[in-house]
């Protein structure tokens, strides 16, 4: 297992302001702004479909959402009869469509099940570089901390409610991080005892390469507690873009075996 490179929460390729960038499991594709165009993605083939998404999954609509251009936004309309899910909010049939903001933004598409199906969009912002004399200047990439493969599972499992995208996010207990990781990997030797060796190894080494939140209890303080720090790990770890939407897929990995 190694983190999946293919993402839009780093970014996109440099395109034309309001050019749409979306990807799932299957694919990606890159579309420029024109008045009146429209973008579908759902479970069907090509051409009904521009993007597929949850081909396997009968719980997902043929054409589950569209993505229209009109007055300079991309706006998002859902069209399949499961919940769409944002990181501030659900869509269904009923709700009104709604713009898109320049940047990233990650969907869920509600399937069979526990499963939800991640769609990444990406709408390209403002060139501003003729404000900025910098053109052949390379960008400055997120710092992106180093994980083995058996610590990202870990950090996959136990933070997925933060690369969900979910409001107040909160990681698991050892407890049923250990259940889960057992069910993914019977003959992985996961219990509470080993995971909180792991996390502890985890937050020294990356306290100590300057990590930008506390993971260190401060005993003068009397605080925070682990559970705390975990969050801190957890956040920081999403916000730097180590771990990304598309590394839910560890887990699926694991329930298809």
Known sequence: MVNNPYTLARGALPAVPGTLHARSVTGGIKIAPQAGRTVRFG????????????????????SHGELTYRKGTWWLRNTGQQLVRLPHGLMHMSTDPLPLATGYTPLFVKGSGYREHLVELYVSGPDESAAVPRREAATLPPKIWPLRDDERLLLVVMGQHYLLY???????????????????????NWNERRIEYKIAALR?????????????????????????????????????TTLVPPDLELMDEGFDD
């Open 43 to 62: 479970r069907g083939e090509r051409p009904d479909v521009d993007l597929p998404v949850g081909e396997n999954d009968m719980r997902v609509s043929r």
């Open 204 to 240: 020294q080494r990356l306290g100590g390469a300057g990590f930008p939140y506390p993971l260190a209890h401060d005993a003068d303080a009397g605080a925070p507690w682990d559970n705390n720090l975990l969050h801190n790990l957890l956040t920081g770890l999403v916000e730097s």
């Open 166 to 188: 979910e409001r107040g996010a909160r990681p698991l207990t050892y407890r049923q991080t250990a259940q889960l990781l057992a069910s993914l990997q019977p003959d992985g």
